[in-house]
T-cell receptor, first 113, second 115 residues
Framework: KNQVEQSPQSLIILEGKNCTLQ??????????LRWYKQDTGRGPVSLTI?????NTKSNGRYTATLDADTKQSSLHITASQLSDSASYIC????????????FGGGTRLMVKP | DARVTQTPRHKVTEMGQEVTMRCQPI?????VFWYRQTMMQGLELLAY????????DSGMPKDRFSAEMPDATLATLKIQPSEPRDSAVYFC?????????????FGPGTRLLVL
């Protein structure tokens, strides 16, 4: 069964600190992995999308890593800002006719001043 | 700045009533997705269209839900009859499929409450 597990479920950090969110998956065959940021009451916004051959991809202060061998991904946030407070969702796509998506439960991040 | 639009933004209805949610994908996008988000289940994919053809609707309860794309500028998700357990936020997303890549752009969602 395809599954995506994210950890931690929630996280509180101080402004300016770094943090790392984890995503483990069992989706097969793997097509790509995406990280989304979802502000409260808003739709998810894509941060990165990574394919099998990509190990690291950055988007500003967000850096995603992918280890396709261990089926793990991380999202590292550098020098956190109050606006980073949101839910971060990991989504893995399977390589099939429908590109089936499997969603993680998300990590709720709160950045405090 | 192109965006996915959804209407209505909020809907309160009584059990048994029909609910229709509409989505206008970004012009030029060839894929449309419908998602449902609840606190308990998180984000779930309901239906997926490519070039207006349904590719996957396995996540959608077939007995009461239906999704269509009457044209390239409109996608609809209909619930008939609605039930309290359908209360959720329904997101539409559109994207453009290219080799190995697809970025989805989400609409603001329709918050549905079925009493």
């Amino acid at each position: 069964k395809n599954q995506v597990e994210q950890s931690p479920q929630s996280l509180i950090i101080l402004e300016g600190k770094n943090c790392t969110l984890q995503c483990n998956y069992t989706v097969s065959p793997f097509s790509n992995l995406r990280w989304y940021k979802q502000d409260t009451g808003r739709g998810p916004v894509s941060l990165t999308i990574m394919t099998f051959s990509e190990n690291t991809k950055s988007n500003g202060r967000y850096t995603a890593t992918l280890d396709a061998d261990t089926k793990q991904s991380s999202l590292h946030i550098t020098a956190s800002q109050l606006s980073d407070s949101a839910s971060y969702i990991c989504v893995v796509s399977a390589e099939n006719a429908g590109n089936m998506l499997t969603f993680g439960g998300g990590t709720r991040l709160m950045v405090k001043p | 700045d192109a965006r996915v639009t959804q209407t209505p933004r909020h809907k309160v209805t009584e059990m048994g009533q029909e609910v229709t949610m509409r989505c206008q994908p970004i012009l030029g996008h060839n894929t449309v997705f419908w998602y449902r988000q609840t606190m308990m289940q998180g984000l779930e994919l309901l239906a997926y269209f490519r070039n207006r053809a349904p590719l996957d609707d396995s996540g959608m309860p077939k007995d009461r839900f239906s999704a269509e794309m009457p044209d390239a500028t409109l996608a609809t998700l209909k619930i008939q009859p609605s039930e309290p357990r359908d209360s959720a936020v329904y997101f539409c997303a559109s994207g453009l499929v290219s080799f190995l890549q697809e970025t989805q752009y989400f609409g603001p969602g329709t918050r549905l409450l079925v009493l």
